[in-house]
């Protein structure tokens, strides 16, 4: 086929579909304060490279002991040249399909590269993260293999873009503690009351909102549930994704959830990864239909 698909690895697909399609990937590095000591002198920050030197299960065994919310940053664009170079050797052209704009500058980085290889690179920013920008670039695949020209491509992509939603179901608020973005008192405020935060992605900005504050977490999966149900569309030609934060216990019941109430043609399950991990924090579930 003449159109490569490339991504980053923020979109938490499995292996299996990544070989399927041929789909390149750039992987976002991860900061991690670690406290370590090397012939007694004290080295306090590991940087990772995503997929490569850390896998999603020591990600989040390292971040329950690290000193502080891990950070994460985005491919150089050396590695997306490099990745996008290797592409047109095989390929005439890059298909480029991106976390989102709002949540990482990937996508501005990636047409930043693009400028400068010109009309064999085509970019689209997916408004979306982890399974959900999984599932663009997998619907991206599917179109390509039909034979489709970018533009219809871009077309498609974007009616799928919009037909999308996200929710995520957090289990703590404690990185979002860390990350300033909630105070001390709100966290133990809802700890004590047990409350199960849920959030979704805006799909007129792209930015992660809150959705409800429910207590309990059978009562926030069966929220989830019930979310789906009131699209109110047909399921049994569409695809749901599922990533988990180190709690596949608690996907695989939200999973038996959906096959059980709502049977879609196929349910995507995989880790969530430091990108996305990185804000939702251990135990969290998102769910992208």
């Not at 929710?167 to 004590?192: D, I, P």
């Not at 569309?233 to 959830?257: P, Q």
Request: some cysteine; aromatic content about 6%.
């Amino acid at each position: 086929m003449s159109i490569r698909v490339i991504t980053d690895s923020s979109c938490d697909l499995p292996q299996r579909i990544l070989e399927e399609y041929d789909i390149g990937m750039a992987p976002l590095h991860i900061l991690i304060d670690e406290h370590n000591y090397v012939d007694g002198i004290e080295i306090s920050h590991e940087e990772y490279v995503d997929g490569i030197e850390i896998s999603h299960e020591e990600y989040y065994r390292k971040c329950a002991v690290a000193n502080g919310l891990p950070k994460t940053s985005q491919p150089s664009p050396g590695d997306i040249l490099n990745l996008i170079q290797e592409s047109l050797k095989e390929y005439k052209h890059v298909l480029s399909v991106n976390l989102s704009s709002v949540l990482s500058g990937t996508y501005q980085t990636v047409n930043m590269v693009k400028n400068s290889i010109g009309e064999a690179v085509t970019t689209f920013d997916t408004l979306n993260g982890s399974i959900g920008v999984g599932m663009v670039v997998m619907r991206a695949c599917e179109l390509v293999r039909k034979g489709l020209a970018i533009p219809e491509i871009i077309q498609e992509l974007t009616a799928y873009r919009e037909s999308l939603d996200v929710l995520v179901y957090l289990e703590t608020l404690e990185n979002a503690v860390k990350g300033g973005r909630v105070s001390k008192v709100q966290y133990f405020a809802a700890s004590m009351l047990n409350v199960k935060p849920v959030v979704f992605i805006d799909k007129e900005d792209g930015f992660v909102k809150v959705k409800e504050k429910i207590r309990g977490e059978k009562k926030a999966l069966r929220y989830l549930i019930n979310s789906i149900k009131e699209k109110n569309i047909d399921y049994s030609d569409r695809v749901i994704g599922v990533t988990h934060a180190d709690c596949l216990e608690r996907a695989n019941e939200f999973i038996s959830m959906l096959k059980e109430e709502i049977n879609p043609k196929e349910i995507l399950l995989h880790s969530m990864g430091p990108v996305i991990g990185t804000y939702a924090g251990a135990g969290a579930v998102y769910v992208c239909f």
